[in-house]
């Protein structure tokens, strides 16, 4: 018994048209010779899938198979054709027409991107400047100049395709009869075929190799941020151009500062007698320590501010400012004559309290 079409397509019942075409692009996908090289049950599975897809893209047949199921459409008359066509690709050519994968192909392909990191301080962040990254990249050979051919050894016409780089066939579909046309699996579309294949690239004209590039950074810059630089990626297939270097900023935690933007704070620590008579403290800053003063009765929580010591926004402009957030420091181990005297002040002060409120 034929699996459920919509199992096999992984959708609803309720799924729209659209859901449907998407699933069975995205099957097709996994299903594809040319990443199932391996796999045996790749065709049968497509098949399977196709099937699915010709019923259920129709909507009279799914209309049916939803009252009747699978002997409805029996009885309707109906049967799956995935079994007539020449192969998986010609299946697919039938239902979308050309090579929709992505493989293969004489055109030029675009190089892909690539995702490099690096990591900066919160001093990093307030001048900028320029920071080296290390990747690895797929580059043109150098040895063969990106043609595949081993240096001083001809390139020579496709013999299979004639030089189009395209194999036709006629195939049977449920259109009818379809002329199809496919890569040549010989020369993968280029049309010409290297004598000797370069030893340093195998034949493919590109290689993987390490690179290093400066990378400016703003000042002001975030965490998670990414910088691009255009033309820094992999290189193209067949005169293609370059993808794109994207550079993920990753800014270090100082356990000093929380940062919010441009504004920083930091948490100082004050002395209860400090915090009751006033003073001055010392607290730092990410260019160094600076003095602070502490008014006479500072609160636990209260906070101080000094203009100009946080970050600088990105776009440019005057910098944030770095907020003090007071913390009271209680001493725990008192001697005898500290505890005395506390006691004295507690009594003089509780004895003052009711005068020094406000009528």
Not at 126 to 153: D, I
Not at 236 to 241: H, L, M, P, V
Request: hydrophobic residues 30%.
């Amino acid at each position: 018994m034929p699996r459920d079409y919509y199992e096999v397509l992984g959708v609803d019942r309720g799924a729209s048209e659209g859901e449907i075409k998407r699933s069975f692009r995205r099957l097709a996908r996994e299903l594809h010779p040319d990443v199932n090289e391996h796999d045996e049950r790749a065709e049968e599975g497509f098949k399977e899938a196709a099937e699915a897809y010709e019923v259920l893209s129709d909507p009279e047949r799914r209309r049916t198979y939803d009252m009747f199921g699978h002997e409805g459409l029996r009885t309707g008359g109906w049967a799956p054709r995935a079994d007539t066509f020449g192969s998986v690709q010609d299946i697919f050519e039938a239902f979308f027409g050309g090579d929709a994968f992505g493989f293969g192909g004489r055109g030029p392909a675009q190089g892909g991107d690539v995702v490099a990191a690096i990591e900066l301080s919160l001093a990093d962040v307030v001048e900028g400047g320029r920071e080296e990254v290390s990747f690895e990249a797929v580059s043109m050979c150098e040895r063969c100049r990106g043609n595949g051919a081993e240096p001083g050894t001809p390139i020579n016409t496709c013999e299979k395709c004639g030089g189009t780089g395209q194999v036709r066939r006629m195939a049977r579909s449920i259109l009818g009869q379809v002329m199809t046309a496919a890569p040549c699996d010989v020369c993968g579309g280029e049309g010409r075929v290297p004598e000797t294949p370069c030893q340093q690239c195998g034949g493919s004209g590109r290689e993987v190799t390490n690179r290093t590039w400066e990378v400016d950074v703003p000042p002001g810059i975030e965490d998670g941020q990414r910088i691009r630089i255009a033309g820094a990626g992999h290189a193209g297939d067949r005169g293609g151009g370059q993808g794109d270097l994207y550079v993920e900023v990753r800014v270090a935690e100082d356990e000093r500062f929380s940062r919010h933007g441009t504004e920083l704070a930091v948490r100082a620590q004050v002395p209860v007698t400090t915090a009751m008579l006033g003073g001055e403290i010392r607290v730092p800053t990410l260019d160094g320590e600076e003095t602070v003063e502490v008014p006479p009765g500072t609160q636990h929580g209260e906070m101080a501010q000094l203009a100009g010591e946080g970050l600088p926004p990105l776009r440019g402009g005057a910098r944030g400012d770095l907020h003090v957030v007071f913390e009271l420091v209680v001493p725990g181990d008192l001697s005898d004559d500290q505890r005395e005297l506390t006691e004295r002040l507690a009594e003089e002060l509780a004895e003052r309290a009711p005068r020094e409120r406000p009528a």
